[in-house]
């Protein structure tokens, strides 16, 4: 007995805790984004495996190593990775420390499987301005409210991709195009309150979506999802400085809910609505 205990004693334990992955994923009521997947690793390593959906990739931290199609490819911090729907890869820490990433699921809408093969060849991008966009994108789609904004990015974004996979046949910069911008302005007035969609009101003009977005943006200096959100604003400071509560202004100026409005409304104003509404009462 004694001895059997002195071999339980000297059994070598652990005692190190292995790091728990830190995840978050939800689907997002944007057309074409299937997941937003978020995840801080820094033991696991990603099997051989597939999706029905394009991969795109920014690490925020330390460096992922993949193999996609037998080829080995890493991913740096300041790069865009684009990996295509039913290609076997896998995944796994790059640097002792592991790797933050964040990722977006895309159907075939935005990307056809005509750039399966171009992706393959090269899915690692390094272009500053697409990753500042694909970062924008996962940051409209972290709280519910900006639909439009992240429609318009990722429609930019796709555009973007397409140009690096397909050089000549994506965006050859923005053409100007007034009664087009006027056409969704006049929409977007129309549509204060209950918004619209990207899609339709590309249908309704009717315009590409990626050339619709340039046109407003380079007739009027603004978004078009920041022109809404100004017209949004605007009526707030109205009903808010009429006495109605910030929640009551939130659901009648079509914010998502209260503290939708309160990051648009500090954004563009410099305070919360409920300092403004105080601030009127005083005068």
């Given at each position: ?11 070598p ?7 728990q ?9 944007v ?27 920014i ?69 500053p ?40 046949t ?6 100007r ?11 977007l007035?129309?549509?204060i ?14 315009a ?76």
């Open positions: 007995m004694a001895g059997r205990r002195k071999d339980q004693r000297s059994a334990r652990s005692t190190q805790r292995k790091t992955p830190n995840v978050s994923a939800w689907r997002p009521p057309p074409g984004v299937v997941e937003v997947f978020h995840a801080h690793y820094t033991e696991y390593a990603y099997p051989m495996h597939v999706h029905d959906a394009w991969t795109l990739l690490v925020d931290d330390g460096a992922v190593r993949y193999d996609l199609d037998r080829h080995e490819h890493g991913t740096p911090h300041d790069t865009v990775s684009l990996l295509p729907p039913h290609v076997p890869h896998n995944g796994s820490p790059a640097t002792p420390d592991g790797f933050r990433k964040r990722v977006l699921y895309l159907d075939a809408s935005r990307l056809g499987d005509e750039l399966i093969g171009p992706a393959v060849d090269a899915p690692d991008l390094r272009d301005v697409l990753r500042r966009r694909v970062g924008q994108l996962h940051a409209a789609l972290a709280l519910p409210g900006d639909e439009l904004e992240a429609e318009s990015r990722l429609t930019l974004i796709g555009d973007r991709l397409r140009a690096h996979l397909r050089p000549g994506g965006a050859s910069g923005a053409r195009d007034p009664v087009l911008a006027r056409r969704l302005r006049e929409l007035d129309e549509r309150v209950p918004g619209i969609g990207l899609d339709e009101a590309a249908a309704l003009v009717p590409h979506p990626a050339h619709l977005v340039r046109a407003f943006s380079g007739a009027y200096g603004i978004a078009p999802h920041q022109y809404l959100m100004s017209r949004r604003v605007d009526r707030a400071r109205r009903l808010l400085l009429a006495g109605d509560s910030p929640a009551e202004v939130a659901g009648a100026t079509g914010f998502y809910d209260q503290a939708h409005l309160t990051r648009h409304f500090k954004r563009l104003v410099g305070v919360t609505p409920g300092r403004y509404r105080a601030s009127g009462a005083r005068t």
